[in-house]
Structure formats: C-alpha cells, structure tokens
C-alpha cells in the first residue's frame, strides 16, 4: 500500500481483556518495528521484525506482550490480560531496511479502563 | 545504551523567525541519524535522514547537521510558518541493534 496501516485506530478495553493490534507495512519493507508512546512520553522501543523472525524483542515490557508477523507483511502486536499501565499509543513503522528510513503508521490508541 | 536528549523541551516563535533544534546523543558509532516530526494525535513523518559520512543534509526550509564526534546533530527552520507547529524528534540507532532511539522531542509552536 501507499502508507502504513494501523488498525483500529482508537480501542477502549476493559482491564483484564485481551486486545490485538494490526499493522499492515509497505509492501517490500522487510523491517517492521513496534513503538509504544504514553501520554507525555517519548517513544518506547518494543519489538523489532527482519521479515518474519523477531531479532530484537528486548523491548517487550512483560510476558502479557506478544507479536508475531507472517507472509513478510502483516503484524500483529497481542496484549493478554490489559493493565491500566499498558494505556498508550502504539505505532508502527516500517523501512525497506534498517539502515533507511522509517515510515510510522497513525498509531492505535489503546485506553484500558 | 544510546540515550538521546533533545532541547529544548518547548519553543514558542513569532511567524518567520529562524530557529535551530538541538540534538545530542551519548554513542558516537551511529550510521545515521533521523529527524521525524509528530502532529498531535497522528504518527510521525521522517523529515531528513543524515547518513554518518555526511554532515548537512537539506530539504526546503530544513537543514539538519550532524557532528558524530562530539554527538549532536541540530535541525535548522528558516522562516518558520504557523504550519511548522509540532513536535519534532531526533532519532538514532542503538548500539548493535538495527533499531532506534528517540528523543522526547521539542515541541514547537509558531504563531501567526
């Protein structure tokens, strides 16, 4: 596609409830990396995708995040049993490779209440 | 860990000033470095990308530098315009990762 795609856009959950987020990239873009931004904060750095395969998964902040991608495109970030910490925006960007630019999707914003 | 600062936090200008962003970053062996901007509620937009052999790089009414050695780079606006309003990011990768660090950002306001 033209952009980065992130869906939804907004999402409200109630705690405790799972959630999972979408990230479609550019097409062709073989790096694909998560971003998560609280209210005030900079970016926080979650996981990182070289096509399939997660190199870099340092960022993820507890076992209750998981992310896994397929066919070299698709995304998606999974979080079980949602805290009212886990509340952010989470973006999305891609790059043809990770010496290059990243292009960033809207981002979703999750509210856990 | 690459951690990087940016200052300052916030800056308030008049329309058609010039304004320059500071950057600084404490790992030095960096291949690059981005500058992205965020308008509020929306993702952010990769502006200039500045590769290490490279000390400027332009695009309209942005230059950005970048000083490996001493680990700063500063993004340049020339006649600021309401529409530059938002927060800009600086942004470089980690040491041994093919990741980045970002900033917190300065968030810029331009009146008309």
């Known amino acids: 596609g033209a952009g980065v795609s992130q869906s939804p856009s907004n999402k409200v959950t109630e705690k405790g409830k799972d959630v999972e987020l979408r990230c479609d990239p550019i097409?062709?873009?073989?790096?694909l990396y998560w971003y998560r931004q609280r209210l005030g904060q900079g970016l926080e750095f979650l996981i990182y995708?070289?096509?399939?395969?997660?190199?870099?998964k340092s960022g993820l902040p507890s076992d209750r995040f998981s992310a896994e991608r397929t066919g070299e495109s698709v995304s998606t970030l999974t979080i079980q049993r949602t805290q009212q910490e886990d509340s952010a925006v989470y973006l999305c960007?891609?790059?043809?490779?990770?010496?290059?630019?990243?292009?960033f999707g809207s981002g979703t914003r999750l509210t856990v209440v | 860990k690459q951690e990087v600062t940016q200052i300052p936090a916030a800056l308030s200008v008049p329309e058609g000033e010039n304004l320059v962003l500071n950057c600084s970053f404490t790992?030095?062996?960096?291949?690059?470095l981005q500058w992205f901007r965020q308008d509020p509620g929306k993702g952010l937009t990769s502006l200039l990308l500045?590769?290490?052999?490279?000390r400027e790089q332009t695009s309209g009414r942005l230059n950005a530098s970048l000083d490996k050695s001493s680990g700063r780079s500063t993004l340049y606006i020339a006649a600021s315009q309401p529409g530059d309003s938002a927060t800009y990011l600086c942004?470089?990768?980690?040491?041994?990762?093919?990741?980045?660090?970002f900033g917190k950002g300065t968030m810029l306001l331009v009146s008309p």
């Open positions: 960007a891609s790059s043809p490779g990770t010496e290059s630019r990243y292009t």
């Open positions: 097409s062709g873009h073989t790096a």
């Open positions: 500045i590769q290490s052999s490279q």
């Open positions: 995708f070289q096509g399939n395969s997660a190199p870099d």
């Open positions: 790992d030095s062996a960096i291949y690059n």
């Open positions: 942004a470089v990768p980690n040491s041994g990762y093919s990741t980045l660090t």
